[in-house]
């Protein structure tokens, strides 16, 4: 069996100017990196938008567990499908961090004969977005330390600076520090700490501005820090918003690569959808809206977190809702959702697939809340027994929904036909009904926190912290107390306990802190235990990475 | 008169592939960033071994003053004008840093008619090699800390991490500061600090490295830290050399660009001359040595720092000794260094300009102490009076150096014609007997040390701080006593004293620290109060920034 990058390397590419072709861009249109990756000039994005709008199918997934599900696999290849029976089709997907990618998880291209390659680029420095984003930020903290430290016009409190700093890394030694330490030259000492970069406000950003005025409008409202008077400090009052939307030029021009098959695909921005908001860039989404008849893009972890997020925080931007959702599941994560250890999902245990249903089953129904028409899809696997594949059918029709298995993995385009023909019947016929879960504009931040729990994660009740209490006062003053909330919560678990499988109930959820990203324009809320810097693993992937003389990569995965 | 960006914005740029096609390299030679910037792919770089080498003109100058040297548009416009005599040439740059871009420098791609192109791109991200350092270093970082978090094999002693994080900016206030806070789980408490992204090893060795190999065992050889035994940790014990230099893969190889007249340009590679090495690659300088009959090449600031790092540390890896040196200085630097201020620089002062011309004339008997044939070039202002300009003259004619007038930052190639042709006739008629100031195999570090503070700076003597002296017998017993020297000053004196302006003599130098650089092949010798993180002024660069909706650069200089 073919290693994932074997298969990318065997692969002979197109160049990227006839992949442009196909959605109509000609070379004018195109930044090049390399011959086959390109950024998108904003005049062609600007054309683009006269273009008819495509279909959107949004692809979610169950709770991850260790036993991987496989969503970026399923959304690549269902891409490849709807091209191979006809249907015109662009993908649009998130960028990888190279914190996972050097830590445990490795890339996030998909995998087998449903990647978007190169698939080494993309997951090492790709066109520089990443690197573009953790400049701005941490340029910002530069500039902002400055300030304070130069005669500190603004009045800020050193004590209540809430900017961070980041790295596109895993680095736990960076959580929780103290900087400018060493006497009066060396700054102004006090505590600070690092986040991983996507889940800087930045990248927040620079997935949901719609051009280059609007991101430079959202830079400016970022708060970085209060003054000794309690009033935010933000970016505007610095007047450094010009410097970081410059920073931020070519970062915020959406990248155009290709999978196996040369479907066209737009990578562009990747917040994770734990600590972030968890999906692609408003401009990458429309410009492929604007090249295809059908799009298929997917949002991070479960539905509970980046499905949730989708329809509640992109949506409003992006100005247009799924046509139909894709949950993507594997019988073997439903049977550790059901309780069997990962040394024993190759047997068969239908009990285990059964209980471990639970929580594909809460996650249909919660993406029906919205009104929208949804499509499970199990990505098979060889240790899959018939008497498993006709029980998780018979647990689907008792939900009254679409199931198809698919074997993009193994067999590309042609394992994905049968779900490609249910997906353009579904949208053909299926109602369709987009409606937010709570009244965006009229809800506090507490009520519209309390309906997802209640109504997404099945939860009971919420406790909040007594700095969150705090600052849900503080955040009236401010008028803040009606923005959307982005919920930062583990991925495993549709509670905020990682161990809860399934889908548990008769939970709380703890609100630890709220974190104000007035740029990005919503309220981020620190659930349970759940960390804005990950940690490395005690062997991590980079240990197994190398490169030969001619610069080829060596063990990505 | 126009800005620098307003002159590159107004400058119709040639396709970077019919630039390459000048030196004989094709589409496929290179890899593309956006329309006018490229990569030089490995095997365009092996084929080039086979061409004839030409000569190897040095720039470098004074030392810097407030006034402005303008060493890169010398460099930049000689090139422009040996093309224009009919002499085919290349320029071999060094690429900026966003510290000094942000803060007070300004970008480093030359000024007025003698510039590299597209000036806001290389000033900004470029082709990404600063990031793709600054990530590979910080990586090693996290690798680092997560294995003394994760069990500690190696038996490091966390008090002995030597190895520093960094960024590309200017940020005083993490120069000192304390990591691995907040229990357990957030990794080990100690004292780090971050150094400027130019500062790092890595940088060093990317541009010190021959080929992937090469790089690879370079990164192996880094010292990390000491064990409880005190004896070195390399990057090597960790196993994460093969990881480090895939993150490199793309950073090494060199980048080629065009000037506004069309003479490629090879920008690649950007230690600063006053803490690091201050020499662009060894792969770019050979690559333009075996694209042209001339290459013009430049080191960081004056010749005690970029000049003497050139000749001791670059040379012996190039293989190739520079075939004439160029100092260049303005009569405005000169006067400064004879005591004149910065507002006083317009008024005609003959006193002045005798006394600090002991600055070059330093200099220009430092450069003939390696054999090496010099040329004087005079940047050129409106307000250099015929008085000065004949007294100048004279003086150089007692030092017994050629000198010319230069006019590129006005004029372009017409600005340099007289000095193109005095260095094709100096390289054509003078002796180069080029040979080093100390034995390099055989005198000790301290004799390296004393021989470059007596011989190049002018001082008397050398003290060490006990810390240092420590440090020299220690690195005896690790077998590092012979390495190079890489002297950390002052770029503003000869001595360790910025205020000292003009030939100070009778100073002492006052050797701070060492810092092992084995992957280099260097140890650097902190002198003075040298810092390796600058900070940003009270009014930075980054105030003036900004970006049209069109994405075009503003306030860039």
Same mark, same amino acid.
């Given at each position: ?114 990647? @978007?390659?190169?698939?080494?680029? #993309? %997951?090492?420095?790709?066109?520089? =977005?990443?690197?573009? +984003? *953790?400049? $701005? ?41 103290? @900087?400018?330490?060493?006497?009066? #030259? %060396?700054?102004?000492?006090?505590? =600070?700490?690092?986040? +991983? *970069?996507? $889940? ?358």
């Amino acid at each position: 069996m073919k290693s994932d990058i074997e298969i990318s390397q065997a692969t002979s590419l197109t160049p990227i100017t006839e992949i442009a072709e196909k959605i109509n861009l000609s070379f004018d249109d195109l930044e090049l990196h390399g011959k086959y990756k390109a950024k998108i000039e904003f005049d062609a994005l600007d054309r683009m938008k006269k273009n008819p709008e495509g279909k959107l199918i949004l692809v979610t997934s169950i709770n991850p567990t260790p036993a991987g599900e496989g969503k970026s696999t399923i959304t690549i290849g269902l891409g490849d499908a709807l091209n191979k029976i006809g249907k015109k089709t662009v993908i649009a997907l998130r960028e990888p961090s190279l914190g996972p990618v050097m830590g445990i998880k490795g890339g996030a291209t998909g995998g087998g004969y449903a990647q @978007v390659l190169p698939m080494e680029d #993309i %997951n090492l420095h790709f066109t520089g =977005d990443m690197h573009a +984003i *953790t400049t $701005a930020n941490n340029a910002l903290s530069a500039l902002l330390d400055n300030h304070i430290h130069q005669g500190n016009e603004l009045n800020i409190d050193a004590r209540r600076v809430i900017w961070k700093r980041v790295v596109d890394l895993n680095d736990r030694e960076l959580r929780h520090i103290t @900087v400018g330490l060493g006497g009066p #030259i %060396n700054g102004v000492p006090r505590e =600070d700490g690092f986040d +991983i *970069t996507v $889940a800087s406000e930045i990248m927040a950003i620079l997935c949901l501005a719609t051009d280059i005025n609007d991101l430079k409008r959202r830079l400016s409202n970022i708060v970085v820090a209060y003054t000794f008077e309690r009033e935010p400090v933000t970016v505007g009052d610095l007047k450094i918003e010009g410097a970081l939307a410059l920073v931020l030029k070519d970062a915020i021009k959406p990248n155009l690569v290709q999978t196996i098959y040369q479907t066209p695909a737009f990578v562009h921005g990747g917040p994770f959808a734990n600590i972030a908001h968890g999906c692609n860039s408003i401009l990458a989404t429309r410009a492929a809206l604007h090249s295809g008849d059908y799009v298929v893009t997917e949002a991070g972890f479960g539905a509970d977190l980046g499905g949730e997020k989708f329809l509640d925080i992109k949506v409003p931007s992006l100005g247009k809702a799924p046509d139909a959702v894709v949950i993507v599941a594997t019988i073997r994560a439903l049977k550790m959702h059901g309780g069997v250890a990962k040394t024993d999902l190759s047997a068969e245990n239908l009990t285990a697939l059964k209980n471990g249903f639970s929580n594909l089953a809460k996650h249909i129904r919660n993406m029906r809340k919205y009104g929208l028409p949804v499509v499970v899809a199990i990505n098979q696997f060889i240790s899959d027994t018939d008497k498993e594949i006709e029980l998780l059918k018979e647990l689907c029709a008792n939900e009254d929904v679409k199931v198809e298995l698919a074997s993009v993995w193994e067999k590309g385009p042609d394992g994905g036909i049968d779900l490609a023909n249910t997906l353009v019947e579904t949208i053909a016929t299926e109602e369709n009904n987009f409606h937010s879960i709570f009244s965006r504009d009229h809800d506090d931040l507490n009520e519209k926190v309390e309906t997802i729990v209640r109504e997404i994660y099945g939860g009971s009740d919420v406790v909040y912290s007594k700095k969150a209490l705090q600052q849900l006062a503080s955040f009236k003053k401010y008028g803040w107390d009606r923005l959307p909330v982005c919920m930062a919560k583990t991925q495993y678990s549709l509670s905020d306990d990682p161990t809860k499988l399934g889908a548990p109930s008769d939970f709380d959820v703890t609100i630890r802190e709220f974190v104000p990203k007035i740029g990005a324009g919503f309220i981020v809320a620190l659930t349970g235990d759940v960390m804005t810097m990950p940690g490395l693993p005690k062997k991590p992937a980079a240990l197994n990475m190398d490169v030969d003389e001619k610069g080829n990569a060596i063990g990505l995965f």
